[in-house]
Antibody, heavy 120, light 110 residues
Framework: QVQLQESGPGLVKPSQTLSLTCTVS??????????WNWIRQPAGKGLEWIGR???????NYNPSLKSRVTISVDTSKNQFSLKLSSVTAADTAVYYC????????????WGQGTLVTVSS | QSVLTQPPSASGTPGQRVTISCSGS????????VNWYQQLPGTAPKLLIY???QRPSGVPDRFSGSKSGTSASLAISGLQSEDEADYYC???????????FGGGTKLTVL
């Protein structure tokens, strides 16, 4: 059973770059058929899909965030990462990593989430 | 403003049947399958229904999903207090080339 765990700084200053990592356990990130996703949720609000990466390196990003987002994979560490540049207070949210299969766009499982606050 | 439209709230008494709607367009629900997630307070979302009407292992058959045209519904029968949670629908959007979510529905068990 694949499990995911997010990690990274809980506080980021405005205009800086938010960097998070999702560590995969119970399976290889190099495995075919998996997309590795990032999703976020501001406090008291709904879910927003940020983007995903396939193990081939191909990516899809939310058009509203595309200019600021980079998702990458580190196979040596069995991790994938999110970088979001030029952050503002509007980027304050709980960030989740999640898996979807190549043949299905549902997310399962999810990580537990990590809160990132953008503040000076 | 979410791409998929859900009612912000729903409620029912124990044992009742409640439904939550999710409205989209031809580029998302109309052309792709719908998935539903349950988010209990303070926890990560959990997959509840996938491919319109399929239940993952471990999800009670009290939960069911359906889709017609550009709309979908989640039905919960035999409502229980532990069903009190936020529910989100989601689908792939061909125009945006990404996943879109509904704004979420907060279900209260009275």
């Amino acid at each position: 059973q694949v499990q995911l765990q997010e990690s990274g700084p809980g506080l980021v200053k405005p205009s800086q770059t938010l960097s998070l990592t999702c560590t995969v356990s119970g399976g290889s990130i190099s495995r075919d058929s998996y997309y590795w996703n990032w999703i976020r949720q501001p406090a008291g609000k709904g879910l927003e899909w940020i983007g995903r990466i396939y193990n081939s390196g191909s990516t899809n990003y939310n058009p509203s965030l595309k200019s600021r987002v980079t998702i990458s994979v580190d196979t040596s560490k069995n991790q994938f990462s999110l970088k979001l540049s030029s952050v503002t207070a509007a980027d304050t949210a709980v960030y989740y990593c999640a898996i979807n299969l190549q043949w299905g766009d549902w997310f399962d499982p999810w990580g537990q989430g990590t809160l990132v606050t953008v503040s000076s | 403003q979410s791409v998929l439209t859900q009612p912000p709230s729903a409620s029912g008494t124990p044992g009742q049947r409640v439904t939550i709607s999710c409205s989209g367009s031809s580029s998302n629900i109309g052309d792709n399958t719908v998935n539903w997630y349950q988010q209990l307070p303070g926890t990560a979302p959990k997959l509840l229904i996938y491919s319109n009407n399929q239940r993952p292992s471990g999800v009670p058959d009290r939960f069911s999903g359906s889709k017609s045209g550009t709309s979908a519904s989640l039905a919960i029968s035999g409502l229980q207090s532990e069903d009190e949670a936020d529910y989100y629908c989601a689908a792939w959007d061909d125009s945006l080339n990404g996943v879109v979510f509904g704004g979420g529905t907060k279900l209260t068990v009275l």
